[in-house]
């Protein structure tokens, strides 16, 4: 026999996809996952139960002696809801199950019998774990993961279930399509559109909001059956009709929006008055145009599996239609993608900027993104972690998700790994976040420092981390000790701060070519043993990573810096592009 580790599989995924890096994708050592999913799960139990302790003994030590109501602990872990919204190679998801399993087994009992630890994980899989990932090659890893973990447990393989519409493939951040919104499809209840005495459609909203009849519980029926259906033909069959509900919903909705829309048209053209009119006119045509073009590229798009946008509403939509404070995911988990939104041209924030985040911003980065997202999809109540760059802490665009955290969440646990080499493959300093979705009412634990500051797990809330209370005006969030504090506070109270300054900071030095532009202090001395006059143009230059806190380390690098207009860069009578100059330099 030949055994596969599921664990293997993340190593495979990162390798595997060789864009991965490019994408802002990295695999998360499973130490971190595993303190990650352990805190959240005791964050969400201790919400339920209201006994921390006893909910922090059960997950870190697997002791059931200090639970004082067994069945509501069993219940809180059958109607769990978690979703990775980046789910990657499934590390995240994969964590959970071991840990729900863990302590379902211990509360359950009898788990010799490998039928009923199978039937355990098949019940966590299909009730309590969800996923999404842009990327398909990463969706299909992650479900032959789950696979492994289920069959490992039988003794006579067993059909496997279906994890079509349990991990899949959308843009998570995304839940429209080009300026069409894609909303609630459960909770519509607006079979069809007002119109007048005349036929006509009246003023409608641009959500999409017309279900015709049957569709909601016809959908939602298809996609429970599919999770059990073993026979290909059937599967098939029955994963077109899926995809047909959701196709004929959209289209229902764009035809309702193009009629009237043409009926504006129509009324507008015998009506023309003015060069306004003409113009509104023209607007229409265009808005009709788009629609069409909308319609055409969705017929030939799948709706559960592309790379454009993400219908949690709809393929989740047991997770949004519990009742009224329960609406949303109890936890959500996992290691977002790190990408500026400024890379390759801005693409990605053209994409987003439409798509009214709060904390957006074009210097921005997409994890800030997946924040907010994961923030919204919670329910009251609810739990978010991630590990994810740490720049947004101190970072000019960090102030967007600083503001946002503190307005929308309780920031329980935050952990600073800066200057741990958390990824194998990559040198991005990180941290942990914890929070609970509502008010900031109460400080955070924060800590800084090594992967060795997660051993001590069981007393992290009351010994390891200093009690902080972070600004809520989007200012910097700084972990320091309490003489730390104390000093930074003597320091402010006498100190002007650079943003009061009569200065503008906008980024650093820009060669376009540092190999050119950027010499050793060899190269600088031959320079000027050449030409004297040569010392003008070559200055002392650091570096990022040559700051220090409380200094600098000069590593000897020096920049031909050429002024603007040089060698006439001191005539002040020079303004803007200057042919004078340009010859002069050329001359010299």
Not at 85 to 113: Q, W
Not at 134 to 158: H, N, Q, S, T, Y
Not at 353 to 365: H, L, V
Not at 542 to 558: H, M, Q, T, V
Request: with cysteine; net charge neutral; glycine share 6%.
């Amino acid at each position: 026999e030949v055994g596969v580790d599921p664990e293997m599989l993340g190593k495979i995924f990162e390798n595997l996809l060789e864009d991965n890096k490019d994408k802002g994708a990295f695999y998360t050592p499973k130490e971190i996952v595993q303190y990650m999913c352990r805190e959240s799960l005791i964050a969400y139990l201790a919400e339920e139960t209201q006994d921390e302790p006893a909910m922090r003994n059960l997950v870190l030590n697997h002791d059931i002696q200090t639970i004082k109501n067994k069945e509501a602990v069993l219940s809180a872990l059958k109607n769990i809801k978690i979703c990775d919204p980046a789910v990657g190679s499934g590390a995240f998801p994969m964590g959970m199950l071991n840990e729900l399993f863990a302590c379902r087994t211990l509360l359950e009992g009898d788990m010799a019998d490998g039928e009923n630890r199978s039937r355990i994980k098949k019940e966590i899989v299909r009730e309590n774990i969800y996923g999404v990932d842009i990327e398909k090659g990463a969706v299909d890893i992650a479900r032959l993961r789950f696979w492994l973990a289920i069959i490992v447990d039988e003794k006579i393989p067993l059909p496997l279930p279906n994890l079509d519409y349990k991990i899949m493939q959308g843009n998570s951040l995304l839940e429209s399509y080009e300026g069409i919104d894609f909303p609630n499809i459960k909770s519509a209840n607006i079979k069809k559109p007002a119109r007048d005495m005349f036929g006509n459609l009246e003023k409608i909203e641009m959500d999409l909001t017309f279900v015709e009849e049957n569709t909601i519980e016809a959908l939602q029926q298809d996609i429970s059956k599919y999770f059990f259906i073993h026979d290909h033909k059937e599967k098939n069959i029955l994963k077109e009709k899926i995809e047909k509900s959701i196709s004929t919903h959209l289209e229902h909705n764009l035809k309702i929006r193009r009629e009237y829309k043409l009926q504006q048209l129509d009324s507008l053209k015998n009506n023309i008055l003015t060069k306004a009119d003409e113009v509104r006119l023209n607007t229409l045509a265009d808005e009709i145009k788009h629609l069409d073009d909308i319609q055409y590229k969705l017929s030939n798009m799948s709706m559960s599996s592309n790379s454009s946008f993400f219908l949690w509403h709809t393929w989740f939509s047991e997770v949004f239609n519990r009742p009224a404070d329960c609406n949303g995911f109890d936890i959500v988990i996992g290691n977002p993608p790190y990408i500026q939104l400024q890379d390759e041209g801005g693409k990605l924030a053209k994409l987003y900027r439409q798509a009214k985040f709060n904390t957006f911003s074009s210097m921005g980065d997409i994890y800030q993104l997946f924040y907010e997202k994961g923030i919204v999809l919670l329910k009251k109540k609810g739990h978010l972690c991630y590990i994810s760059s740490n720049k947004w802490m101190r970072a000019g665009y960090g102030e967007t998700s600083r503001k946002y955290f503190a307005e929308q969440s309780q920031p329980k646990i935050l952990i600073d790994l800066a200057g741990e080499k958390v990824f194998e493959n990559a040198t991005v300093d990180v941290n942990i976040l914890l929070l609970q979705k509502g008010s900031y009412t109460q400080s955070t634990c924060a800590l800084r420092g090594g992967l060795d500051c997660l051993e001590n797990r069981s007393d992290l809330s009351k010994l390891s981390g200093q009690s902080i209370e972070f600004p809520k005006n989007g200012n910097s969030w700084v972990i320091l000790s309490d003489i730390e504090q104390r000093i930074k506070q003597k320091i402010e109270a006498v100190g002007r701060p650079l943003k009061e300054w009569d200065i503008k900071i906008y980024r650093g030095i820009l060669t376009g070519c540092n190999d050119a532009f950027i010499i050793n202090k060899e190269k600088r001395d031959e320079l000027i043993k050449k030409c004297p006059k040569s010392a003008e143009i070559i200055r002392p230059i650091l570096r990022g990573k040559d700051i220090k806190k409380y200094g600098y380390n000069f590593a000897e690098l020096y920049l031909l810096f050429i002024p603007w207009h040089f060698p006439l860069h001191r005539n002040t009578n020079i303004t803007g592009a200057s042919k004078e100059a340009e010859l002069a330099f050329q001359q010299k």
